[in-house]
Nanobody, 121 residues
């Protein structure tokens, strides 16, 4: 299973660090992705990282502001979010997929419970 935490309320321009902790499977064999979802909209790919630490970002919305990293010894993946904008407001989910990452939520095997990020003044 996965547990995501670290969300909260932050002002525009602020930062948050999300964490995703895994248990019950061989974590280093899994790519981990972060997705976000606004109520009434589809779940959106944000960024993913392979078991060996290679990262893939979704593109302009987050490139240069978000950084993903992982620590396999701690079964953990982190999402550092800087220069946050109101449009980053969403529930953020982490998910794990065996071997290769994907931008498609349906291909992931494990999901965390989600953590709310609200960017507002």
């Amino acid at each position: 299973q996965l547990q995501a935490f670290g969300g909260g309320l932050v002002q525009p321009g602020g930062s948050l660090r999300l964490s995703c902790v895994a248990s019950g499977f061989l974590f280093s064999n899994y790519a981990v992705g972060w997705f976000r979802q606004v109520s009434g909209e589809e779940r959106e790919f944000v960024v993913a990282i392979t078991g060996k630490g290679y990262a893939a970002y979704s593109g302009d919305p987050v490139t240069g502001r978000f950084t993903i990293s992982r620590d396999n010894a701690k079964n953990s993946v982190y999402l550092q979010m800087n220069s946050l904008k109101p449009e980053d407001t969403a529930v953020y989910y982490c998910a794990a997929k065996l071997w290769v990452y994907s931008r498609s939520p349906g291909e992931y095997n494990y999901w965390g419970q989600g953590t709310q990020v609200t960017v507002s003044s």
